[in-house]
């Protein structure tokens, strides 16, 4: 006997996860069906680019986050997404499939071909912009060709184009069904099993859209005010710890953009912006330039003499380099799945132009190990550091860790907070502890390369040995 299909609208969230100014949801809660809510984790499709470890534990936090909102009817699969969707298909009538865009190049070929299944099924595929303020496709120099350097992006290109829309109320009502034969939560097996490893590091965080809200606000509260040069100082309340949760979509870039301007002024705010506008750049240079992922963008940097060198590649991973700055960011990621901005631009410069270990060997260790791990930020941000990028640091630029730390942790709180056996030094010494006298290390508890390791390349000498290897680029054309 033939049985009625439900009529449902299906509801796709994927790097969007919340009820707020969420496009797909919005247009879904207006077509007058029932809403069936979905979130498909498809590593098969992603291949390498499948979430990291820290991502994964943030993902099982915020969908648990987003089922509660929905009233427990969130319906969660593993699996390739287009078997997953046409399967839903033929078990319910359904009217359109809803959903916000994203950006990266495996999901774009993906989605496209859904989309295309989907029309020939007589299904609408409906999508939206709920992650950027600017589409890519939406701003362009006058020749048409995209922009490869950030300033004239943002400040002619984008201000050029139309503002950032206000961002969408939560539709008054849902009217929500579930797939009774989708997995719970559980199923996807986000969490670590042995040890549990991430209780230590969720501990500071609040993941989900209560928790975003909550985080915007507190940023605007606190550390907007200074924000342009309180940024540079990890110990300061300065930065917006925000990426997390923009990465995820537990908050849209419109609502952080416009709840910012609805109270900043002055230079803080135009810094602030500046700083979305930075993420918005990433998310171009992906989807004008998608090989930035795993290819040197400047070809000429083919040609660099990378160092296959495992071990001094595990003392960076490890926070056991040697360099109390380097370590303390290590280790600050290692344990909270973040590091402060500024710290990640002096860890990646040690990375790629003391150690000269390829800036690729950084991004893959980034993403296993950020909460906020995002392929176009983490692609777009290493090729800067490694001057191989679009709009990158020139290959002199070479941060050296004693003055970083120095000026920007002078106090010596970020440092002593992660490699805790180094907290009785002075701060005279505490940037460098290999200069320090015998008598003060001695009184300090600290012994180089027993309690503390010696630095594993020498500053200087790396330094130039860097330098050398980048004037070697100079005698191929520019790409």
């Not at 040890?195 to 909550?214: F, Q, Y």
């Not at 901005?341 to 893959?364: A, H, T, Y």
């Not at 030094?425 to 460098?432: F, I, S, T, V």
Request: hydrophobic share 35%; proline share 7%.
């Amino acid at each position: 006997m033939n049985m009625t299909k439900t009529a449902v609208s299906i509801v796709w969230f994927r790097q969007d996860l919340r009820l707020g100014d969420n496009p797909a949801l919005t247009e879904a809660a207006e077509s007058g069906r029932k809403i069936l809510p979905i979130y498909i984790l498809d590593d098969k499709n992603a291949g390498p680019w499948k979430l990291g470890a820290a991502k994964r534990v943030w993902l099982h936090h915020s969908l648990q986050s987003l089922s509660q909102s929905l009233d427990g009817k969130l319906s969660v699969y593993c699996g390739e997404a287009e078997d997953i969707l046409q399967s839903l298909c033929e078990q319910y009538d359904v009217e359109g499939v809803y959903w916000n865009r994203c950006y990266e190049p495996w999901r774009i070929k993906r989605d496209t071909m859904i989309k295309e299944q989907l029309d020939e099924a007589g299904i609408d595929a409906l999508s939206f912009n709920g992650s950027l303020l600017w589409e890519p496709w939406e701003v362009s120099k006058p020749d048409g060709t995209p922009y490869r350097v950030f300033s004239p992006f943002y400040y002619r290109g984008c201000n050029a184009a139309a503002p950032p829309r206000q961002p969408l109320p939560v539709p008054e009502a849902l009217d929500l069904t579930q797939d009774s034969d989708a997995g719970g939560l559980d199923s996807l097996k986000l969490l670590p099993v042995d040890p549990r490893w991430d209780e230590a590091m969720m501990d500071a965080w609040a993941p989900g859209e209560e928790g975003a809200l909550e985080r915007v606000n507190d940023f605007i509260d606190e550390g907007l005010n200074g924000y342009k040069a309180g940024r540079d100082f990890p110990t300061k309340p300065n930065t917006s710890r925000l990426s997390p949760y923009l990465q995820t979509g537990e908050i849209s870039p419109n609502t952080v953009w416009h709840a910012a301007r609805d109270v900043g002024e002055g230079t803080d705010l135009k810094h602030f912006c500046s700083e979305l506008g930075w993420r918005e750049f990433s998310y171009y240079l992906l989807y004008h330039f998608p090989t930035i992922t795993h290819e040197n963008h400047q070809q000429k940097f083919d040609h660099f003499p990378w160092h296959d060198d495992p071990e001094g590649l595990t003392a960076w991973q490890r926070g056991q380099t040697g360099v109390p700055i380097i370590d303390a960011g290590m280790r600050q990621l290692y344990q909270t799945g973040y590091m402060h901005n500024r710290i990640r631009m002096v860890v990646g410069s040690f990375l790629v132009k003391n150690l000269m270990i390829d800036w690729r060997d950084g991004e893959k260790w980034f993403w296993e190990t950020l909460v906020d791990a995002d392929l176009a930020s983490n692609s777009a941000s290493w090729q800067w550091v490694a001057g191989s990028g679009a709009d990158a640091a020139p290959y002199f630029r070479i941060f050296n860790p004693v003055s970083q730390a120095q000026k920007f942790d002078k106090q010596g709180g970020y440092i002593r907070e992660y490699v805790p056996e180094l907290a009785a030094l002075p701060d005279k010494h505490l940037a460098a502890p290999w200069e320090a006298p015998e008598d003060v290390l001695k009184e300090a508890g600290i012994v180089l390369g027993g309690t503390y390791p010696q630095p594993v390349v020498n500053l200087k000498t790396s330094r130039q040995q860097a330098l050398d290897a980048f004037s070697t680029l100079k005698q191929y054309n520019k790409s």
